[in-house]
């Protein structure tokens, strides 16, 4: 293995809170270690279109507390087929960048994947995506900033809720995973959690609804976007119909889920997998993904950390079942 | 006029941040003066069903600080007949309340004028409404906590349209009344807000997009609930249609914006109004809205105060155009 | 008068929330009136040293949110001498700036007023500081984020004072101004207010906590840094001396109070005063600082707006005597 | 073991966010059991003294994002004395408590350890406590609250030390422990962190700050309560001796740490200990702290868990030095 000279980092996919974290400790260590670092903006499409940038230690300089991702980050198409991917190639290739990190979630770690094997390119990979559901680290970049932001939102909603003696359905993000639901259920509270990975039991819902109803004036019901029957308007419009002297609201919490000034825990964590990332790279590491299991850095192919992690621990679970009674 | 012995507070209609610092202020107050304090709940569905309690200082204590209303607040139909009024009254008399603190917005005032006029009751109002649309107040209690809560949720929102390149058509309340767009807009720096009080131009909105397009890459259009092109969603398709290479996005930011701690400025209101009103009723103040203008407590009958506030300040509308360029 | 060309623009003095959206504004303006706009780092300093740069719209994308001053500020001995502002001036000119907005607070104010005059320079200022301490506007940029930041603070501290019934004296910024303890002892519900514009009645404070003590388990009483009895330390051991047995804590809140978000108000009146200066610039007003009174744009000469606005309504100060019961 | 039929909750010592939503998971799920639950007011102290009330699903309804406890809590010289015990003993049996749920932190558990052995009365405890101090669990309730509000404070004392090119010395709590500066100082990208658990190497500091002087305008020191050089007054002190031409300046942020809402990770863990304990008292344990490591529950007999944990990891102690460079 030829030895790194020039680290390229990137992110890609969907933002999250913390990426700016990452890409920080990314540029320091790489400098600390006497790399040099270039920044690639929008993913794949800047390997493509060779939008590059040298970084200093003062091209991260207080980031560490900004929501977003000062490289930006995009989805593309192009570099799905075989030409994009020569393209950016040839690209990295003529700026000298010889090793890269790529931060951000299972389509990030699909491109790298594929990428790595076909050009025997060193990648390693850092979890950065609000779901939480990647194998390999007990959680990703910015699912705690984002569960922060669902609890501060729905303690508003609260507020008026309970003025008002109202049902609120709060729509959270999590197409294919229910985890940002399960946390910012149970932490606010709610009624009851409607998730992507369990049947949506709608009879044991409207039971839940109408016995809890009798002492207490205001409810909260957390429904996860991926759920199977149809999101937040569509139980909205079930529960109208089936308690139509309630007063019923919506409300969808959107992209708010994705901003904000990283957590603590957010910033640790990015810190720790970016001094990391660049460490496994020196040492050899290619085709995974740096995440920390149990307090500690743990190193996972690319392959395995993109397979959806579907479990939901069934103790949180019972938990909302207990608390809400 | 009778001496008075035993007031009576209630919110009623839309709760707002700041309430809870409202009602403490009337009841803390009215205990400084020596009268008596009740507490009616669920505003005018409280008074018909006799839904009344005792308050003193403790009932107000660490409520400052919360959102909501511990009174709870409701909107009653059965206040509109002279039945509904008839079973008030009664029930205020056998209570032994003589006075009356409403706290609300124009649908609270209109019963209160009619309720006073018709029973020769004292009532006084304070404005209680995060739309600041009332006539007699510079502003309204819950207006400065709903503009916070909606450049805090913007901002989190810029994050990731900045990072994505996007546009983002956010929708905030105000269904008669622009005035949260109008602040807020400027505040987050938006390239355009759509209130109702003005016709919207979409043709002018285009030529902004277009011509903003080159060198900025993340755009935000702020809408007002009330917009008579239909509101965020029906922009938002309109905005697709015309650039379909946009990446476009619709927020609706929705009931967050109506709860929260209430801001400093919103406390600080929300007592002196309060704090006056009690006074006011002792001065013999009957049927009037108590507001600040200019800094001074001013008194509104409440026939005027319930005339929507439609004067949108001309030199704020320039400066969206002027700082978005 | 020669028409204006190029626009310099400073911050300086103590830094203050909502300076980079006035900072925006002013830049955004100019550009708009087709004039050039140069930013000048480090106040007074920044132009004895000639530390200058151009500034476009994208030099100020993104910042109308953050918090501090992209332009930095300092305060400067040098240019209190005839020799610092004739380098000053030399430097000016050398660039081609031939108009100043400064943003600050008295210090800045005292020097573009003497610096104005002896070289003929046309400079008008915006009221950025904390302290709301100016004459000629009815608030300052940044005394409502720090307001808002100091009850966040004083609602964390009640948490802790109510789950062990202690008493708090909590010391805020103002060393010649009261302006931010008056409004945030009343928004945070404080038993006393110590403040530099009266004389601090001690045997009326012990009187007063001696007497709430009965019924009220924690207390917090704000003094603002200037107070004459010395400050919250000297509070505390007075009190602690007095009440050995009350359960007596000190929390002097300091920096935090410059930095932070700014909130909507502060980012509007930057944005608003911001676009006037330059229009003011332009319509030939110099030696003025450009405030918002009763909700209109006002124009006050540098010698009056430095004359520290030492009223306290006394009808806030009677509110916290009848609340705090 | 006779069957337990009446569970007292308490909180004692330092308080801490996210205790509230301990007590409501503790009293909702020992009323799911069919238990009765006692509140037992001011911990040891409302034990001696009686202080005690019946608890039903709507005592805790709305508190789980409130900080502080609504059952209040103090540090009681008296239960240290066998007398005090026995007269707690007394109420206890009087009321009818046949078992204990001890929220606090060392001194919390080592009373309770005494009391439990010498009445073999079972009691099992749940870690509160910001410190995150305790052995056997990977995080004690409030710690993550206690952090995020720390970083929200560092990330505005930045904005001001940006804008005036400062350095700042932060002290945050632990007396003990530096775990509270450890991950709020990589968190808030500070040049320097200086705890109890380690010497602090002054001439390393120093070294430290020098270098990074050249091209960093502003820096942060964290330093813990504890660390043995004194505290952040007099590592101010040593630095502006050492180095009178910076600007340095020195935050101390006091209690602001133990208040505020609580994060979702507090509430969750909170929310999963309280309903784990309840469990544990039916299955027969006593004298455990209940935590969760790695995710699953954890059982710690209060021995080990009042040990310090002074196990500062050295990798995150590298990453500060290696992300400040």
């Known amino acids: 293995m030829a030895q790194i000279k020039n680290v390229g980092v990137y992110t890609s996919g969907g933002d999250a809170p913390g990426m700016n974290a990452a890409i920080r400790a990314v540029v320091r260590t790489a400098l600390y270690y006497n790399l040099e670092v270039t920044g690639i903006r929008r993913g794949y499409e800047g390997m493509i279109n060779g939008d590059f940038l040298t970084m200093d230690r003062k091209s991260v300089g207080n980031i560490i507390q900004r929501g977003g991702t000062i490289l930006k980050t995009a989805r593309s198409e192009h570099f799905k087929t075989a030409e994009g991917r020569k393209l950016a190639y040839e690209n990295l290739k003529k700026r000298g960048i010889d090793a890269l990190v ?28 609000i779901d939480n559901d990647l194998l390999g680290t007990d959680y990703t970049i910015g ?29 959270v993000m999590g197409r294919d995973s229910g985890l ?16 992507p990975e369990t049947k949506t039991d709608l009879n044991a819902l409207y039971h839940k609804l109408e016995q809890g109803r009798k002492d207490k ?14 999101g ?63 307090g500690e850095i743990s190193y996972t192919p690319f392959e395995s950390a993109i397979k959806h992690n579907t479990e939901i621990n069934p103790a949180l679970l019972k938990i909302v079942d207990i608390l809400s009674l």
Not at 104 to 125: H, L, Q, S, W
Not at 151 to 169: G, W
Not at 187 to 193: L, Q, R, T, V, Y
Request: glycine share 12%; net charge negative; with cysteine.
């Open 143 to 171: 699912y705690d900033t984002a569960i922060n932001t669902v609890i501060d939102a729905v303690d508003k909603i609260r507020d008026t809720a309970e003025s008002h003696d109202r049902l609120f359905i709060v729509e």
């Open 180 to 195: 940002i639901a399960l946390r910012t259920g149970i932490a606010a509270g709610a009624e009851a959690i409607l998730i």
């Open 232 to 294: 937040a308007f569509e139980i909205g419009k079930l529960i109208k119909d089936r308690f139509p002297n309630y007063d019923t609201r919506v409300s969808v919490l959107g992209h708010i889920q994705r901003g904000g000034r990283p957590s603590c825990q957010d910033r640790v964590l990015a810190s720790r997998v970016g001094v990391a990332a660049v460490e496994a790279l020196l040492k050899g590491h290619h085709n995974e993904m740096i995440g920390v299991i149990n």
């Open 102 to 129: 790529a931060i951000g979630g299972d389509g990030t770690f699909t491109g790298a994947k594929v990428f790595g094997k076909e050009y025997n390119f060193p990648i390693v990979g850092l979890p950065g995506t």
């Open 217 to 230: 004036s205001s409810k909260i019901v957390i429904v996860a976007e991926g759920e199977e029957a149809g």
